[in-house]
């Protein structure tokens, strides 16, 4: 039995599955809660379906691009998991994972979140006999730069706000094909992709896997405080 986890935004989800079918899963929004929700609930999935922790025998995770709060603790989740069980490690990619469903549709498929500011995160992915390629690599853009890109009916999926869809539907017309993506459907498109990399014999290595960020997070440094003059010595 597989554990697919996806922290990869406020929307998360996690699924069990027997060589890549689904036996169950579970999602819910979050409000930065990753930590003290992420194995309450998992514990809760598993007495759903009456298993052990023992009986998970690899666990896959959603790599990124995502928040950083988020990614990080599905990735550490994971690792412990795997190095406290001694079972194989699958890192996905997120967006992989979004454009997996619509991968039938022979269109070029583009994951869209948003990404702070005015920037939107995005991928564009197309299927290839029974592969996903992905035709152009992860990055940091704006709505209008990818409009200008698309030249040819596109699928647009993932956590798309609703003024971007407005804006997407108003710059490409019928060219936007857009379809939001159910965090719970991402999780299984996760589940599935990872057991095909474990039926390949492929898995990643705990200590060298990490995830994908495509800015660096956001840290605060302290101000300087100035210290206070020295007073006067006393005559």
Not at 20 to 29: C, H, P, R, T, V
Not at 87 to 94: A, D, F, M, Q, R
Not at 101 to 108: D, I, Q, R, V, Y
């Amino acid at each position: 039995m597989e554990l697919a986890i996806d922290t990869s935004s406020n929307n998360v989800g996690i699924a069990l599955s027997e060589k890549g079918e689904i036996l169950a899963s579970l999602a819910w929004q979050t409000t930065q809660n990753h930590t003290t929700e992420l194995l309450p609930n998992l514990v809760c999935l598993l007495e759903r379906i009456r298993v052990h922790m023992d009986s998970i025998e690899a666990v896959i995770v959603a790599r990124g691009p995502g928040s950083f709060n988020g990614l990080r603790v599905g990735m550490s989740t994971a690792k412990g998991l795997a190095f406290s069980l001694n079972i194989p490690l699958v890192g996905v990619n997120t967006f992989e994972a979004e454009a997996f469903p619509f991968a039938f549709t022979g269109l070029p498929v583009r994951p869209v979140h948003k990404a702070g500011r005015d920037e939107v995160a995005t991928a564009l992915y197309r299927q290839k006999g029974d592969e996903l390629r992905r035709l152009e690599e992860e990055n940091i853009t704006t709505v209008e730069v990818i409009c200008l890109r698309t030249g040819q009916k596109t699928l647009f999926c993932g956590e798309i706000p609703f003024s971007l869809v407005l804006e997407l539907r108003q710059n490409l017309g019928n060219r936007a094909i857009i379809s939001q993506t159910e965090n719970e459907t991402r999780v299984n498109s996760l589940a599935t992709l990872g057991w095909q990399r474990l039926n390949r014999g492929e898995q990643d290595n705990p200590v060298t896997l990490q995830p994908l960020y495509l800015r660096p997070p956001h840290i605060t440094v302290p101000r300087r405080r100035t210290p206070f003059p020295p007073r006067p010595r006393k005559k």
